[in-house]
C-alpha cells in the first residue's frame, strides 16, 4: 500500500493518515509499529529494492557465458524494465534516489543496491566494465521512463558491446 501511493502522491504527498486510509486499518496502528513517518519510508524503499535487485540477480545469474550475460542485461532492459509496473517501479526509483541525495540513511538503500548489482555483473565482467554496465542499465531505465519513444533493441546491444568489448 506504501508503495502505491508513493507512486501515486510522492513521498511528500505521503502520510500515515493516508497509508492507513488506503489500508482500511486505524490510524493507530500505524504509528504502532512505525516511529514515524521515517522508519515507514525506510522500510518500503528497503523491500522495493530487494524487489528490484532479486529481479536482476535472477537474470543476470542464468547466464553463464559473456555472451548469455549481455543478452540476458538486453532483456533486463527492454523486457523486465517495461510496461505498467515499470512506469510506477521508475517513480519510486525517483522518489527514492531523491530521499537518497538529502538523507544519509536512505543513502545506505541506493548503495546496497548497487552494490549488488555490481557483484552480479562482476559475475561477468572486470569490476570496471561492471559499473559502467551498471550505470547504463539505470541511464536507460531513467530514459525509458520519461520518453514515450520505445527504445531500439539494437541501439542498445550496440551499447552493451561497446562497454565491454575491450579498447586496445
Sequence with gaps: MTLELIAEA???GTSHRKIAARAGVPLGSMTYHFNGMDE???????????TIITQFEKRLSAATTIDEAKEAI??????DL???QTARDGVL???LYTLAAREPRFRAITREWMRRSRVELERHFDP???RQVDA???GLWIHRSLDPEPLDRGITKDAITRITTRQS
Design 136 to 138: 547504463l542499465i539505470e
Design 128 to 130: 570496471d566494465t561492471a
Design 74 to 79: 538486453v532483456g533486463l532492459i527492454h523486457q
Design 93 to 95: 526509483a525517483f522518489e
Design 10 to 12: 510522492g513521498v511528500a
Design 82 to 84: 517495461t510496461g505498467p
Design 40 to 50: 515507514l519510508l525506510f522500510e518500503a524503499f528497503t523491500r522495493f529494492a530487494e
